[in-house]
């Protein structure tokens, strides 16, 4: 039964993806004709890659967790970095609600995260129970790396279900792990994870043409594995994967918002992104567009609070690149009108001047080196190499310094010598550099201190968003519930706090 549930799904993403396909007679499903020739193989990798893209899905079942990714919910709005904005207070409730730390099962972001990481999961494991090497025409090249992406693509969409909801169940069907009403443990999900990227990385090219260049690479599971020693606290771990990243060719951009303006879109910087096409048919462009974009242009939704804009060093041009405010100009060419934001500030990382606003043109970066070196720096200095920690540190500052208007004065060095103070600095730094990619959140959770930074506060001002966090995090927030659907109907075991 599971196994035609497989093969049913994997004709359900093909058809999605292709309004040629020469259809079989209706009712008669099997792998020998679902997947026959090598362009059916490309289909279904290409599929594995759609939860990734930010992208209208065609449809507005909010409650379903459907229409557009829930990522920024947790990432931004949960954080001292962006409230949720809209069209006022009651604007998409459930956004509300998880800012505010009053979550419940039923959220609807709730759902919605889980929903788009198993569907990728599912995905990938359609395209790895096929036979590749036995299809006419399929070269045992390109079948070797579609092999190698989709375990990359597994272990991401895992990485980011352990990291959301703690042990999730493992469908793993090449062990005969099938079972979906049952949690793994957190611990066994991150080793299925790192054995994922290890044959991954055995199977991946460094690089592809720039067709391709949205594909995963091998690098991008030597820095997603990197990633997974980080959120354990294993530090040499995590360093001996960055050094295989750093053997690569990567490098950071000279010009910081190069990264998220369309002009940097295949640079060195990039590790691995979801791809956005505007002018597609069916549809392959960004929605951020329509859901950042100031009122009148967009939907409003989540605005740079003035908690993250003080953070920003004075000259720091980060600041410019990452948020729109008073005095700027909008992408065409009319004056930015603080008045439309209840913060006074609209996002602007990979937004850009579109039409329609749902169909933008910038990809949005999962994991760039800027991001890796900051990794370094961190464990660097937990391990008490704190000279080597601040050289990587000093690299991204470097880099943003030499982008100021005054590279003399902006940004200077930091010297601190004492282990708190430099991951102090370094905290700091991941906050202004990495401001708008969906980090802050994890960071304050894995870094423990969440319940300080975002406690409920007096001065709290729901109309601005100043200090807004609501009845403030509580432990039981370091992972979110299990949704209430999952719940329900395969008995799921739900975390902690959300009974």
């Known amino acids: 039964m599971k196994k035609l549930f497989y093969i049913i799904t994997a004709a359900m993403i093909i058809t999605a993806c292709s309004k040629k396909l020469d259809l079989q007679p209706q009712g008669v499903l099997t792998e020998e004709n679902v997947f026959r020739q090598p362009g059916d193989f490309t289909l279904a ?114 990485f980011r279900l352990v990291q959301n909801y703690g042990g999730v169940p493992l469908l793993i069907p090449e062990k005969s792990m099938t079972d979906n009403t049952s949690r793994a443990t957190a611990e066994q999900v991150y080793t299925q994870i790192r054995e994922d990227l290890d044959n991954a990385a055995a199977m991946l090219e460094p690089s592809y043409d720039a067709a391709n260049y949205q594909r995963a690479t091998k690098g991008a599971a030597y820095a997603l594995k990197a990633k997974t020693f980080l959120y354990q606290e294993q530090w040499q771990s995590c360093l001996d994967e960055i050094a295989k990243v750093e053997a690569l060719s990567y490098n950071l951009l000279p010009k910081f918002a190069d990264n998220f303006n369309g002009a940097g879109e295949q640079g060195a910087e990039k590790i691995f992104v979801g791809r956005h096409d505007p002018g597609q048919t069916p549809q392959k462009g960004s929605i951020f567009n329509a859901v950042f974009g100031r009122q009148g242009y967009g939907w409003n939704f989540n605005l740079p609070t003035d908690n993250l804009v003080a953070e920003f060093e004075t000259g720091d041009p980060r600041l410019s690149a990452t948020v729109f405010k008073s005095g700027d100009t909008w992408f065409d060419g009319t004056a930015y009108n603080p008045a439309n ?116 506060k007096p001065d709290a001002d729901p109309l601005t968003g100043h200090n807004d966090y609501g009845t403030g995090y509580k432990p039981a927030n370091a992972i979110l519930p299990i949704p209430q659907r999952e719940v329900d109907l395969i008995g799921l075991q739900q975390n902690p706090g959300y009974q």
């Open 45 to 158: 990798v290409d599929a594995a890659y759609e939860p990734l893209t930010n992208r209208f899905r065609g449809n507005w079942e909010w409650d379903n967790g459907a229409s557009i990714p829930r990522d920024f919910v947790v990432g931004d709005l949960m954080s001292d970095d962006a409230v949720k904005g809209g069209g006022g207070l009651g604007d998409q409730e459930d956004m509300r609600r998880m800012e505010t730390f009053t979550i419940f099962p039923t959220n609807n972001n709730v759902l919605g995260i889980w929903r788009y990481n198993f569907k990728g999961v599912n995905a990938a494991n359609i395209v790895l129970a096929q036979d590749g090497s036995s299809i006419p025409g399929l070269d045992a090249n390109v079948w070797k790396r579609m092999k190698g992406e989709m375990l990359f693509l597994r272990a991401f969409y895992y």
């Open 341 to 456: 934001s209840i913060t006074g500030f609209n996002a602007r990382k990979f937004l850009s001047n579109s039409s329609p606003s749902d169909d933008g043109g910038i990809d949005f970066i999962y994991i760039r080196f800027a991001d890796v070196l900051l990794w370094k720096a961190e464990c660097l200095t937990q391990l008490n190499k704190l000279p080597e920690a601040r050289t990587a540190l000093e690299r991204v500052r470097a880099r943003a310094r030499s982008n100021a208007a005054n590279p003399a004065t902006a940004l200077p060095a930091v010297t601190a010598n004492v282990q708190a103070d430099l991951l102090a600095a370094i905290r700091h730094e991941r906050r202004v550099e990495l401001a708008f990619e969906w980090h802050r959140y994890y960071d304050l959770v894995r870094w423990k201190i969440a319940q300080t930074v975002l406690a409920q």
